[in-house]
């Protein structure tokens, strides 16, 4: 077995290097990987170098959005067995802190998340990984849908922050792939009315497809006056921001009806952001925020598997890992067309 790792070091590189396949310890799983979906955060590693305060140092391999087969187990390993096809959660906490112990892993200030330096990625043919963060897919899930199981338990956690009930309305500002997972994830905890805002035309006829009730393109219409028609004037339950705009998440707050919820999931680059708080204490919303997810990916898998959800149908394009560059190139360049990229391992 080989193991061809892709590794960038400079902004805009990428490379391939032939690296030792990893063994597994008593409790891990040796995973072939063969789907990796290309995630907004790869995409500004391999651009900038860097997120904030997370700066790629050396050679680093991205990639997060994985899903392959199981070829090797450790000896303490009892519920994975060679064969398996699995989706991998790519967040290992500590398991010992306070975050830890309450189920929230994902605040765990130790936690190991590929792609995220220092910690390499899964764009590589062979990881080693925690066993107990391999999730089975049933028959019917594909591989390329396993790997998208990760956005979804964004999109998922996102409604669950926000409170996403039977008959509510859902304004989700963002039609990028985060965007349309929390809209897969409203419309499947039956949300009634779901308006998408977004600036490009190839995202909101994405979002039409996969169920948004009403679609606004921010380019060419007046999205406050368009909002207030659709929704009477009373604004919207749940209002999700997921483009990571300081604009866009400066319009949350009045996009919100009286007593609402303002979920911020979307990263803006800046720190620091002018917020109208006048509109928050007027309307008394509540404010939520995301950092991934946690305790979703059963939840996910099963959603996908009994057709509730059709994550797969929010890929447009899908590369050769031997392409990785282009793929990455291709996911900057063509960024109106490409609503989600897949680097395929076969």
Do not use: W
């Not at 310890?25 to 995409?43: M, R, W």
């Not at 679609?215 to 004037?233: H, M, N, P, W, Y």
């Not at 890992?321 to 900057?332: L, Q």
């Amino acid at each position: 077995m080989k193991n061809i790792t892709a590794y960038m070091k400079d902004p805009c590189t990428m490379y391939f290097k032939e690296i030792p396949v990893p063994e597994a310890g008593p409790q891990d799983a040796i995973v072939k990987i063969e789907k990796c979906g290309i995630c907004g955060s790869d995409v500004h590693y391999y651009q900038h170098g860097r997120i904030g305060d997370y700066i790629v140092q050396g050679e680093f391999t991205l990639g997060h959005e994985v899903a392959g087969t199981v070829v090797a187990v450790g000896s303490e390993v009892a519920d994975l067995k060679v064969g398996d096809r699995v989706a991998l959660e790519p967040g290992v906490g500590c398991g010992h802190c306070e975050r830890c112990k309450t189920g929230k892993y994902n605040l765990c200030k130790d936690v190991i998340f590929f792609a995220t330096p220092p910690v390499q990625g899964a764009l590589q043919n062979y990881v080693r990984h925690p066993a107990n963060m391999c999730f089975k897919l049933p028959d019917n899930v594909s591989t390329t849908a396993g790997a998208l199981v990760e956005p979804l338990c964004v999109g998922l956690h996102a409604c669950k922050q926000g409170g996403v009930t039977l008959g509510q309305s859902v304004i989700i500002l963002g039609a990028g792939c985060i965007g349309l997972c929390a809209l897969l994830s409203a419309k499947a905890l039956g949300a009634s009315n779901v308006i998408v805002i977004d600036l490009f035309e190839k995202r909101l006829e994405f979002a039409k497809k996969l169920g948004a009730n009403e679609v606004i393109d921010a380019s060419k219409e007046d999205t406050f006056a368009r909002v207030e028609e659709l929704l009477g004037g009373k604004g919207a339950d749940v209002v999700i921001e997921c483009a990571g705009s300081a604009k866009t998440i400066h319009q949350t707050p009045f996009f919100a009806k009286l007593g609402g919820t303002v979920v911020l999931t979307g990263i803006a680059v800046e720190s620091e952001l002018q917020y109208n708080f006048a509109q928050v204490m007027s309307k008394e919303l509540t404010i939520k925020s995301v950092f991934r997810y946690r305790n979703l990916y059963p939840t996910a898998i099963a959603a996908i598997a009994d057709g509730t959800i059709d994550i797969e149908q929010i890929v447009t394009h899908v590369f050769r890992f031997e392409n990785t560059k282009e793929a990455f190139d291709t996911v900057i360049a063509d960024a109106k067309n490409v609503v989600k990229g897949v680097i395929s391992f076969e």
